[in-house]
């Protein structure tokens, strides 16, 4: 029997993986596709534990349209409330469901645990650290529009939060692909995931850099990414934290330097905050086809881990 596949981190995909899973999206979003309904049979489980409007209807809608069957569990629901074990609990929900994704917003050793009981796949949808299903939404949106991934130039400017890190480590596994990060100081991607995605990219010939300046704006990109100046469940100590962040905004006149780079959101957005509304809503705007693609890859990591 195959073993039991998961999507914790973008490191648990091999380079081969990591590909189809990003083509696969891709194709979907281009449709239609003849995919036979894989999942017909089994059953997917929505676990979380913090609001998400895409990421959960992603699974949920993507699951159904391959033939699984969904149970959604609140961030209430679960006997973990009361003090049951993450041990006794993945050993139960590994009994009863094929797929269990879960937003836990904290550390992923949880979802390591549950996934240690084995039959049941167990996906990340959005923990502290990395945002793994966010980036293969991203590499897939890219592909769609662009037809390829290689030589493709990003500025993602922003926290180096959850979905950062993640496209860090996706980037890297791409011959040719570019990120530069322009974080605002105090607010870097994680020093340890990026010295992981550095040591990959130097492997396929990836670049990826980070500033925390925007004295000279980022230039001829073909991508100009950015994400919600407030990250899911964490704070900002400093009160003149919008100071920082400030020059970080996307706004038109970053397109004297980019002339034909198209806008990428992870969404959801703050126009005036991290971005203006005539950025986000105007025609260079791919964001909410973005938010489109990711049911499509959801579909295309449920498919994968059971395949
Ligand atoms: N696309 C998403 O999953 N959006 C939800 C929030 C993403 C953002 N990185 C956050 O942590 O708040």
Redesign the pocket.
């Known amino acids: 029997m195959a073993r039991t596949k998961h999507l914790i981190s973008i490191d648990d995909l091999d380079d081969d993986d990591l590909h189809h899973v990003v083509d696969r999206a891709a194709r979907f979003a281009a449709g239609p596709v003849e995919h036979g309904r894989p999942l017909a049979d089994q059953v997917v489980g929505l676990y979380f534990r913090r609001t ?4 959960r209807t992603s699974f949920w809608s993507g699951s159904l349209r391959l033939g699984a069957g969904v149970v959604n569990f609140g961030p209430n629901d679960l006997q973990t409330n009361t003090g049951e074990t993450t041990e006794d609990t993945g050993r139960v929900l590994s009994s009863m469901l094929d797929v269990l994704v879960a937003r836990t917003c904290g550390t992923t050793e949880e979802l390591r645990g549950w996934a240690s009981w084995g039959g049941m796949s167990v996906v990340n ?2 923990s502290e650290l990395e ?1 793994p ?2 980036a293969l ?1 991203d590499l897939a949106t890219i592909k769609a529009h662009f037809g390829t991934l290689s030589g493709i130039r990003v500025a993602y400017l922003g926290e180096g ?3 950062a890190t993640a496209l860090a480590l996706a980037a890297a596994r791409v011959p040719g692909m570019e990120v530069d990060f322009r974080t605002p100081p105090g607010y870097a991607v994680d020093p340890g995931v990026m010295a992981r995605a550095h040591a990959v990219a130097r492997r396929t010939g990836a670049t990826l850099s980070e500033s925390h300046d925007m004295s000279t704006p980022p230039s001829g990109v073909d991508v100009l990414y950015t ?2 100046w ?5 704070a900002k100590p400093d009160p003149r934290w919008r100071d920082v962040f400030a020059p970080f905004q996307v706004g038109a006149a970053l397109w004297d330097t980019n002339p034909d780079a198209v806008f990428m959101h ?3 957005a703050h126009r005036g905050e991290e971005v203006t509304a005539e950025v986000l809503d105007g025609p260079a705007s791919i964001a909410f086809r973005q ?1 489109a693609n ?1 049911m499509w890859t959801a579909m295309a990591v449920v498919e994968w881990c059971r395949a």
């Open positions: 998400s409007t895409r990421t949808a959005m945002h299903t966010q939404t939060n959850n979905s994400t919600r407030q990250t899911t469940g964490t992870d969404l959801p938010a990711k």
